[in-house]
């Protein structure tokens, strides 16, 4: 099989839509990563720094209250207490917002490939804060580093991920210090150099788990790390005092002596260009756009535009949608929820009107709780490798009854004028439609469980 439009949407964008024709061409494609970012300024999202100033504040209450219960002004306490609450609840709000402007973004972009790539690179380098307004900086870090990136060089992608504040207190990077630096030798034991950061890049970043490193590698990466930190005051700082003199050697190369914060994008950089990078990031590409069992000559294909061209990602995004197996419709892969969700919302072309209503109680009974019964506590993986790629994580009793619940009733809580189910089963499938579905999609009792059963059947669960 070639280049179908009805059948790139489906694999490599959310599903068929009522409100934009299918893809024409594969360079439509291409060209959709670079154009303007149209639903980035449609359906806005945070960008970090923006995020930051939520954190700026909320730390500022927090010492004007360290300072009130240190002097005992009950009456301040009490309403810096509810001020930082009331911080930390805006933050909490907006991120459910924000998940909502996601799926819209997914309803209504001609340009769905971009979205997808800005999904995967998003989950390739997934990070979560840990406490705080931070707990909700996943949106703002993926509108920041992802968004600009997924048309460039994987080398600037992995720096802006790597060396951002998110990604640095997500794998404890910032109070890590060398042994003999300057800061360690003063604070003695309490000093210590934390390898997460080093290991996540080596093993899920770059190389890839089998990819040809040691721990020594490990543990030298991890000294050249430091002295990358972050302050909510001033975002990502560098700090010398934390360094580890001397030089580190990494994969055979020697980086150093003199710290800077250049050191480390220089070791990004040799990472970046590795060949078992090239081979991991082509595997992934593979698996997540094709099969969980993706033909190895397309691999090869990918990870040969990926060294060709210095690690730039179009040539490998053209060497994807060029190779006949990208094609082929068989081994379907299973659509995570959020995929699933945002594929429904495409398809039944949701407006903002349709959420704009919706409070944060809502949110969560009609996207989060489901979503979480489905597999996929939102942008909450339970660690820095992300979600499963492997249909058998979907496909679960405990998944699909939660699919088959979501499709039944939510639909109908935010459309109540449904579409009917005859045209509804075109509009998502188009000539990929099985007669069965077809059949059902006439044949049921009511608009909203044929609008269900389209979304629970097989040929849109898969792409």
């Known amino acids: 099989m070639t280049f179908s439009p009805e059948f790139a949407e489906r694999r490599f964008g959310y599903g068929l839509s009522p409100l934009n024709p299918p893809v024409a061409s594969t360079a439509a494609m291409l060209a959709g990563i670079t154009a303007a970012d149209v639903q980035a300024e449609n359906f806005p999202i945070e960008g970090f720094e923006t995020f930051r100033n939520r954190m700026i504040l909320a730390t500022s209450k927090r010492k004007e209250l360290k300072k009130a219960r240190k002097a005992g002004a009950k009456d301040d306490v009490q309403r810096l207490t509810k001020e930082r609450k009331v911080i930390n609840r805006a933050a909490r709000q907006d991120s459910r917002r ?8 997914r309803a209504h972009t001609q340009q769905a490939f971009f979205e997808r790539l800005v999904a995967f690179w998003g989950d390739h380098f997934s990070a979560q804060g ?22 460039g060089r994987f ?34 034991r309490k000093a210590g150099l934390n390898e997460n950061l080093a290991r996540e890049v080596i093993e899920l970043h770059t190389l890839g ?5 040691t721990q020594d590698d490990v543990r030298q990466l991890a000294e050249l790390f430091t002295g990358m930190s972050f302050q909510v005051e001033h975002g990502f700082k560098f700090r010398k005092d934390f360094v580890e003199p001397g030089t580190e050697t990494v994969l055979g190369k020697t980086y150093g002596p003199k710290p800077s914060i250049g050191v480390i994008h220089s070791v990004l950089e040799d990472l970046a260009r590795h060949p078992a990078t090239a081979r991991h990031i082509a595997q992934k590409l593979a698996v997540h756009f094709v099969s969980d069992m993706p033909d190895p000559l397309l691999v090869a294909h990918l990870e040969a535009a990926y060294l ?19 094609w082929q419709e068989t081994a379907l892969n299973m659509r995570p929820a959020d995929e699933f969700i945002g594929a429904a919302f495409r398809a039944l072309g949701m407006t903002s009107g349709a959420v704009d209503g919706l409070v944060e109680k809502d949110i969560i009974d009609l996207f989060y709780k489901p979503m979480a019964l489905m597999g996929q506590t939102y942008q909450k993986p339970d660690g820095p490798d992300g979600w499963p790629e492997e249909d058998n994580a979907w496909v679960t009793p405990q998944g699909i009854a939660a699919r088959m619940e979501w499709a039944m009733q939510v639909p109908l809580r935010l459309m109540p004028e449904l579409p009917d189910p005859r045209d509804f089963v075109v509009t998502a499938l188009g000539a990929l439609a099985p007669p069965e579905v077809v059949f059902a999609a006439g044949a049921a009792e009511s608009r909203h469980e044929a609008i269900g059963l389209v979304l629970c059947a097989p040929a849109f669960q898969r792409r």
Do not use: C
Not at 132 to 138: A, H, I, K, N
Not at 172 to 185: H, T
């Open 98 to 105: 924000w998940m909502l402007a996601s799926m819209l973004r």
């Open 130 to 151: 840990k406490a705080g307004v931070l707990r909700r900086g996943t949106a703002p870090f993926i509108e920041t580093v992802m968004r600009p990136h997924v048309g």
């Open 155 to 188: 080398a600037d992608l992995l720096i802006a991920a790597v060396t951002h504040p998110l990604m640095v207190h997500y794998l404890d990077q910032e109070r890590s210090m060398g042994p003999q630096s300057n800061r360690a030798l003063k604070i003695g």
């Open 209 to 213: 788990v089998s990819g040809p490193y």
């Open 308 to 326: 060709e061209n210095d690690g730039a990602l179009m040539p490998v995004y053209a060497a994807l949608l060029e190779h006949p197996a990208a």
